[in-house]
């Protein structure tokens, strides 16, 4: 049974990740930061059946400021694959908190790197790099080769990982990849993204639960495709025999007008009456297009994407509908409004 570990679990991510491991047979591990509230609630439903999934599921309070304790868990666990995805991982919060930001999604990569190589395991490592480094895009579509410039700090740290990544993949023989992974949506995503922003209103708005939606930049382009296939990609990425990085994207790019019409429209209104702009959610420095070319991947792991972006949009619509249609939540909905 092959065992993995994964920074992140609890997030978009890391909880399709877990569901596909453990479908595929894996003990996973996953750590967790402690808090005074529960936050595994994308993962809860993996120990309904512990008979299935508990008993090859465990988590570990940690932290990826904690070297030490990243140490002693490869010491202990021995994994056979590293999954890094846990960030500060918001672009847009990435300015309000640089440090944190570039101590944790920066730094933390070289903390795990380190406990890899302190440790003496021989685990294949996934660091979850974005599309966001490529930021002011100096070609289109973006590649493997395209050079990067990255416009937050959120991209900066994103920057550093990636080439820590490959200086220790170059430098100890580490198994270690980079998965470039351009905007991936689901209804697990958080309720703070644009996009879960979109079709969580659009659905409370249908509901009478709220009136307006107020939002940023209309115009940006990015290229969107579904989580749960995006983290398959992670997967076959760490299947592969050496280390690499691959470009994971759809190919196709849409504003956020169109996220926001098409989500709009599904649920029968028009969304001019209810988007109002708040420059609050600008940028200071804006990406104003990202769009990527997965013909690596595609050739050398025999993965490209199915969901496209209308179907996308339509089923997380229809997510935060059925949601939004239990009393619970409308509940909490109600104390927000």
Same mark, same amino acid.
């Given at each position: 049974?092959?065992?993995?570990?994964?920074?992140?679990?609890?997030?978009?991510?890391?909880?399709?990740?877990?569901?596909?491991?453990?479908?595929?047979?894996?003990?996973?591990?996953?750590?967790?930061?402690?808090?005074?509230?529960?936050?595994?609630?994308?993962?809860?439903?993996?120990?309904?059946?512990?008979?299935?999934?508990?008993?090859?599921?465990?988590?570990?309070?940690?932290?990826?400021?904690?070297?030490?304790?990243?140490?002693?868990?490869?010491?202990?666990?021995?994994?056979?694959?590293?999954?890094?995805?846990?960030?500060?991982?918001?672009?847009?919060?990435?300015?309000?908190?640089?440090?944190?930001?570039?101590?944790?999604?920066?730094?933390?990569?070289?903390?795990?790197?380190?406990?890899?190589?302190?440790?003496?395991?021989?685990?294949?490592?996934?660091?979850?790099?974005?599309?966001?480094?490529?930021?002011?895009?100096?070609?289109?579509?973006?590649?493997?080769?395209?050079?990067?410039?990255?416009?937050?700090?959120?991209?900066?740290?994103?920057?550093?990982?990636?080439?820590?990544?490959?200086?220790?993949?170059?430098?100890?023989?580490?198994?270690?990849?980079?998965?470039?992974?351009?905007?991936?949506?689901?209804?697990?995503?958080?309720?703070?993204?644009?996009?879960? !922003?979109?079709?969580?209103?659009?659905?409370?708005?249908?509901?009478?639960?709220? @009136? &307006? #939606?107020?939002?940023?930049?209309? /115009? %940006?382009?990015?290229?969107?495709?579904?989580?749960?296939?995006?983290?398959?990609?992670?997967?076959?990425?760490?299947?592969?025999?050496?280390?690499?990085?691959?470009?994971?994207?759809?190919?196709?790019?849409?504003?956020?007008?169109?996220?926001?019409?098409?989500?709009?429209?599904?649920?029968?209104?028009?969304?001019?009456?209810?988007?109002?702009?708040?420059?609050?959610?600008?940028?200071?420095?804006?990406?104003?297009?990202?769009?990527?070319?997965?013909? !690596?991947?595609?050739?050398?792991?025999?993965?490209?994407?199915?969901?496209?972006? @209308? &179907? #996308?949009?339509?089923?997380?619509? /229809? %997510?935060?509908?059925?949601?939004?249609?239990?009393?619970?939540?409308?509940?909490?909905?109600?104390?927000?409004?």
């Amino acid at each position: 049974m092959k065992k993995a570990l994964i920074t992140g679990i609890t997030g978009q991510d890391g909880s399709y990740l877990a569901d596909l491991l453990l479908e595929k047979g894996y003990e996973v591990h996953g750590i967790i930061r402690r808090a005074s509230t529960f936050n595994t609630s994308r993962i809860d439903h993996l120990y309904a059946d512990p008979h299935i999934n508990g008993v090859r599921m465990f988590l570990h309070f940690g932290d990826l400021s904690d070297s030490v304790n990243l140490v002693k868990l490869l010491y202990e666990l021995k994994p056979d694959e590293i999954y890094h995805l846990g960030a500060q991982s918001h672009v847009r919060v990435s300015f309000d908190i640089p440090e944190y930001t570039s101590d944790i999604t920066g730094v933390g990569t070289i903390r795990i790197l380190e406990a890899i190589r302190e440790a003496g395991t021989r685990s294949r490592f996934y660091q979850a790099s974005s599309s966001e480094m490529f930021g002011k895009a100096q070609q289109v579509p973006q590649t493997e080769k395209t050079p990067f410039w990255p416009r937050s700090p959120y991209g900066v740290a994103k920057v550093f990982s990636f080439w820590a990544t490959v200086n220790y993949r170059e430098s100890y023989g580490l198994c270690a990849s980079n998965g470039i992974l351009f905007n991936h949506e689901s209804p697990r995503r958080g309720e703070t993204f644009v996009t879960r !922003k979109i079709t969580r209103s659009a659905a409370a708005i249908k509901h009478g639960l709220q @009136h &307006e #939606l107020f939002l940023g930049n209309l /115009d %940006a382009k990015r290229d969107w495709g579904y989580a749960p296939e995006f983290v398959e990609g992670m997967w076959r990425i760490l299947q592969h025999d050496e280390g690499d990085d691959f470009v994971l994207a759809t190919g196709e790019t849409h504003t956020v007008r169109e996220f926001v019409e098409t989500a709009f429209t599904h649920v029968d209104l028009d969304w001019k009456k209810y988007v109002r702009h708040d420059p609050r959610y600008e940028r200071p420095a804006e990406v104003d297009l990202l769009i990527g070319d997965a013909s !690596k991947a595609k050739k050398i792991l025999d993965w490209e994407p199915k969901v496209r972006f @209308h &179907e #996308l949009v339509r089923l997380m619509v /229809d %997510a935060d509908m059925e949601l939004l249609s239990r009393e619970t939540p409308r509940k909490h909905l109600g104390k927000l409004s």
